[in-house]
């Protein structure tokens, strides 16, 4: 009796866990579930109804979300291959590339397919590990935490989740930030060494990222937090890389007291958030044509401020800027925007009507801004280098339409009558990482008038 009772138990679980993940009847938009509080969830609101109309994280069949419920690895899974659904490099994986079984995941496994289509052996850290008897292991059920998902972002996308274009002395500062997340730096490299082998990391990384309740710290070599570069131990360098790539494109990222929360579990509400900003994140480096075919009908979950209700912090700085720098309908300049914006102006004239933006690209990242032009009619865009050796073209994005303007095209003018948002992007067009550069200055001007009507 006892046997069968455990059975029934065991086969609940299962259904239970299946109905977090499995899609119910057809979704219908503007989806509500009666446990998400408006107040409580704000800052997940629009992922939470998002995903939920697109099926890849649907609630309970009693109108139920649970947005406070942990994610499971396999249920992570399983919302990737939804959303990114030609993303499959085991499935196309050869050689030794491609991994054929995981030992704790039989083809019965509720979600054998999306774990054996997805993971090969280019994923690094904090996805396999070693059961007793030496045989590759998946811990399906591992709850993630925080950490262990970042580290296993890590590997996804083709490492593009990482940004190339902040520096390992960038690195180290931002992490050395983080209140929660150890890092050390050491001037001594046998003292680095010692620090390396000390802690099992060598032995143990991949199963314990994915097992332990403990942090690895991240090790640099250097003088200190101003003054540091990537060491010889491959995961100190992935997972400071990856912390700080997060907390730059405001994928996940600490609060403003700079705690991230390494081993709080990833809830159902962080998860759907993330994959949001992380589709977001995709689709405006111009790189989800490489992964999915689904088409999120969003107007801005935006990829800033961090997953669980904190806040991010931002590469620029808002001068009291009026208006037609930021969105009407939102709560600041990069809330409600359709593009991401993580560049503010510094605003002249009387109403506001022009700004400027003075950054350096090749340190800084390329500038990304909007305008909302709402009462003008013409958009006036320059883009000047000060070093005139350095070419910078520019994506300008009229209400979710994409043109590449090269920068000889500039200064120009365009019609923005009707237009609710328009989008700048700046891309470098010698990306020679030993060239030094110098600022590059955009400039903006609405006007009422077509300015080059006399001209």
């Given at each position: 009796?006892?046997?069968?009772?455990?059975?029934?138990?065991?086969?609940?679980?299962?259904?239970?866990?299946?109905?977090?993940?499995?899609?119910?009847?057809?979704?219908?938009?503007?989806?509500?579930?009666?446990?998400?509080?408006?107040?409580?969830?704000?800052?997940?609101?629009?992922?939470?109804?998002?995903?939920?109309?697109?099926?890849?994280?649907?609630?309970?069949?009693?109108?139920?979300?649970?947005?406070?419920?942990?994610?499971?690895?396999?249920?992570?899974?399983?919302?990737?291959?939804?959303?990114?659904?030609?993303?499959?490099?085991?499935?196309?994986?050869?050689?030794?590339?491609?991994?054929?079984?995981?030992?704790?995941?039989?083809?019965?496994?509720?979600a054998y397919k999306q774990i054996s289509d997805i993971y090969d052996n280019s994923f690094q850290w904090g996805i396999y590990g070693l059961s007793q008897y030496g045989q590759l292991t998946f811990r399906p059920d591992t709850q993630l935490n925080r950490l262990q998902l970042a580290n296993m972002l890590y590997s996804f996308f083709d490492t593009r989740m990482i940004d190339r274009r902040i520096t390992p002395n960038d690195v180290c500062s931002i992490v050395s930030k983080f209140k929660d997340v150890p890092s050390k730096i050491f001037k001594n490299q046998d003292e680095y060494d010692k620090a390396v082998q000390a802690d099992g990391r060598l032995d143990s990384a991949n199963t314990q990222i994915s097992t332990s309740n403990g942090v690895f710290p991240s090790l640099f070599m250097g003088t200190g937090a101003g003054d540091c570069q990537f060491g010889s131990d491959g995961?100190?360098?992935?997972?400071?890389?990856?912390?700080?790539?997060?907390?730059?494109?405001?994928?996940?990222?600490?609060?403003?007291?700079?705690?991230?929360?390494?081993?709080?579990?990833?809830?159902?509400?962080?998860?759907?958030?993330?994959?949001?900003?992380?589709?977001?994140?995709?689709?405006?480096?111009y790189w989800l044509v490489d992964y999915s075919t689904i088409d999120l009908k969003q107007t801005g979950t935006g990829i800033g401020g961090a997953a669980g209700g904190g806040t991010g912090s931002g590469t620029g700085s808002n001068s009291g800027v009026s208006d037609p720098w930021n969105d009407p309908k939102g709560s600041g300049p990069s809330s409600q925007t359709a593009t991401n914006v993580r560049d503010?102006?510094?605003?002249?004239?009387?109403?506001?009507?022009?700004?400027?933006?003075?950054?350096?690209?090749?340190?800084?990242?390329?500038?990304?801004?909007?305008?909302?032009?709402?009462?003008?009619?013409?958009?006036?865009?320059?883009?000047?280098?000060?070093?005139?050796?350095?070419?910078?073209?520019?994506?300008?994005?009229?209400?979710?339409?994409?043109?590449?303007?090269?920068?000889?095209?500039?200064?120009?003018?365009?019609?923005?009558?009707?237009?609710?948002?328009?989008?700048?992007?700046?891309?470098?067009?010698?990306?020679?990482?030993?060239?030094?550069?110098?600022?590059?200055?955009?400039?903006?001007?609405?006007?009422?008038e077509n300015p080059t009507a006399n001209k």
């Open positions: 009796m006892r046997k069968i009772q455990g059975k029934i138990s065991k086969w609940c679980t299962l259904l239970l866990t299946a109905a977090l993940i499995l899609p119910g009847p057809s979704a219908t938009a503007a989806v509500t579930f009666s446990d998400v509080n408006p107040q409580q969830n704000s800052w997940a609101l629009s992922s939470i109804s998002l995903m939920a109309e697109n099926q890849i994280l649907t609630g309970y069949p009693d109108g139920t979300f649970l947005p406070n419920e942990t994610v499971t690895k396999a249920e992570w899974t399983v919302m990737v291959y939804r959303l990114f659904d030609t993303y499959r490099p085991n499935l196309y994986a050869s050689g030794t590339n491609k991994i054929e079984q995981f030992s704790d995941v039989p083809p019965e496994h509720w995961f100190s360098n992935a997972q400071a890389s990856v912390l700080a790539s997060l907390q730059s494109s405001g994928i996940m990222t600490a609060n403003n007291e700079w705690y991230f929360r390494p081993l709080d579990k990833v809830t159902r509400a962080e998860a759907v958030t993330i994959l949001n900003r992380i589709y977001n994140y995709l689709k405006k480096s503010f102006f510094k605003t002249q004239g009387n109403n506001g009507e022009s700004g400027t933006i003075t950054k350096n690209i090749r340190k800084a990242g390329e500038i990304e801004t909007a305008v909302f032009p709402s009462g003008y009619s013409y958009l006036t865009i320059d883009l000047v280098s000060q070093d005139k050796t350095e070419f910078v073209d520019m994506y300008v994005i009229s209400d979710g339409k994409s043109t590449l303007v090269k920068q000889e095209s500039f200064p120009m003018t365009v019609s923005v009558n009707g237009v609710r948002e328009v989008g700048l992007r700046t891309v470098l067009r010698d990306t020679n990482p030993l060239k030094k550069g110098g600022n590059v200055i955009l400039s903006v001007r609405l006007s009422k």
